[in-house]
């Protein structure tokens, strides 16, 4: 039972490249969510979603984007990255009966 | 707007030593507390959920205790296996599911 699944595990961007994180879970959880985390700033939500096809802004938006176009995944893009977005990058599926279960993280270092 | 402190940022604790670490919150309504354990370089691990005030839940060492502002989590005769940042976390009451809101983490290291 592989949980939640963060692929790559690390990635290394010049400014201006493009990247697509994936996330998958094999629980068949409705919600599915994005967060960074940095050093002093705690989790802060980028983009969730409460269900297939379905996509909404959280606390720090800008400059990503995602998609669910299947209920196992959630796929954050980054179309032009900055140095600000290095970041560690976790995603995370619940239900209405589950808590929150995190994957082990995308560590992105944007140069 | 729904905010979660923690306190404090990093506890050094000798092996037996116990303590506790808080969590204060302001919430619209409170649908569930939550308590993490991070390890370093994995995701967060659920540890707990509390739901109202006066609810109580223990797991080994842990003990979390919620009142209407604020959560503790109580360690007794911690371990070094117990070292970790502990995360504490809010969701708020809603017609549809509203996403977490975490605190910034005690970091917590246990000595020998």
């Not at chain 1, 969510?33 to 979603?49: A, E, F, K, N, V």
């Not at chain 1, 096809?53 to 995944?73: F, H, I, M």
């Not at chain 1, 900055?82 to 082990?104: I, K, W």
């Amino acid at each position: 039972n592989a949980g939640v699944t963060q692929t790559p595990k690390f990635r290394v961007l010049k400014t201006g490249q493009s990247m697509t994180l994936l996330c998958a879970q094999d629980m068949n959880h409705e919600y599915m969510y994005w967060y960074r985390q940095d050093p002093g700033m705690g989790l802060r939500l980028i983009h969730y979603s409460v269900g297939e096809g379905t996509t909404a802004k959280g606390e720090v938006p800008d400059g990503y984007n995602v998609s669910r176009l299947k209920k196992q995944n959630f796929l954050l893009g980054l179309e032009s990255a900055a140095p600000s977005q290095t970041s560690v990058y976790f995603c995370a599926s619940s239900s209405q009966r589950s808590p929150l279960h995190f994957g082990n993280g995308t560590r992105l270092t944007v140069t | 707007e729904d905010q979660v402190t923690q306190s404090p940022e990093a506890l050094r604790l000798q092996e037996g030593e116990s303590s506790s670490l808080n969590c204060s919150y302001t919430v619209s309504g409170l649908r569930g507390l939550f308590w993490y354990r991070q390890d370093p370089g994995k995701g967060p691990e659920f540890l707990f959920t509390l739901y109202s005030a006066g609810e109580e839940k223990e797991k080994e060492r842990l003990k979390a205790t919620l009142t209407k502002k604020e959560s503790f989590l109580h360690i007794t005769a911690p371990k070094p296996e117990d070292s970790a940042t502990y995360l504490c976390a809010v969701q708020a009451y809603d017609s549809g599911n509203t996403p977490l809101v975490f605190g910034k983490g005690t970091r917590l290291s246990v000595i020998a």
